[in-house]
């Protein structure tokens, strides 16, 4: 079935690099996602991958694709307070739903 | 520009009554429209899915029920809530067949079953 796990929790020092994992079980996914929740608000979009890629990076941002093991990462240079949020990880399928499945989310923490 | 508005922000509602929450999106024709729940310190559960007027998919047997009477308005419903219905509710949409786009988040409704 389909099913996408996270890690509960990070937390990282200011200036450090985060890295937030995923793995997900459905190899028919075509896209894959990260998006990030700040306290008390919706979810905001932060990146997407295409499943026939193996990286993509964006500002501060790169997330890697291991189809092979079905694992998602995000890792985020320079980590600033501000980004202290929870960040989820998303798969879609084919076809017209457009349906997302989430990971539970990662808490991460960044201590000054 | 494609705007997501979902009231009200937060709610407090005793055990047994009804509840009716309302999304809107602006800015798009026949988006696919979704209502997740995030309940306290766990990820997003999809309940329900709309690709079109009176379209309704149910993910989760609940206690809940959606209604799209509009292509810009998808409603989420109880007759009688019960505590555990308490949690974090966000609507969402996208466009179909564009999936890298992914979905765009309203700011979510905090709903308290006293």
């Known amino acids: 079935g389909e099913d996408v796990e996270q890690s509960l929790f990070l937390s990282v020092r200011e200036g450090d690099s985060s890295v937030i994992n995923c793995t997900y079980t459905?190899?028919?996914?075509?896209?894959l996602y990260w998006y990030k929740q700040e306290p008390g608000a919706g979810l905001q979009l932060l990146t997407y991958?295409?499943?026939?890629?193996d990286m993509k990076q964006d500002q501060r941002l790169t997330v890697l694709l291991n189809k092979k093991d079905k694992h998602l990462s995000l890792r985020i240079a320079d980590t600033q307070t501000g980004d202290s949020a929870i960040y989820f990880c998303?798969?879609?399928?084919?076809?017209?739903?457009?349906?997302?499945?989430f990971g539970q989310g990662t808490t991460l923490q960044v201590k000054p | 520009s494609q705007t997501i508005h979902q009231w009200p922000a937060t709610l407090v509602q005793p055990v047994g009554s009804p509840l009716s929450l309302e999304c809107t999106v602006e800015g798009t024709s026949n988006p696919n429209l979704y209502w997740y729940r995030q309940a306290a310190g766990r990820g997003l559960q999809l309940l329900f899915y709309?690709?079109?007027?009176?379209?309704i998919s149910s993910e989760v047997p609940q206690n809940l029920s959606a209604s799209r009477p509009q292509d810009r308005q998808f409603i989420l419903s109880s007759k009688k809530l019960l505590l555990s219905d308490s949690g974090f509710y966000l609507c969402?949409?996208?466009?179909?067949?564009?999936?890298?786009?992914?979905?765009?988040f309203g700011s979510g409704t905090r709903l308290t079953v006293v």
């Open positions: 459905d190899s028919s996914s075509t896209y």
């Open positions: 969402a949409w996208s466009v179909p067949g564009t999936a890298n786009y992914g979905y765009t």
């Open positions: 709309s690709v079109g007027i009176g379209q």
């Open positions: 991958i295409f499943s026939n890629m």
């Open positions: 998303a798969e879609s399928f084919s076809g017209n739903t457009g349906k997302l499945i």
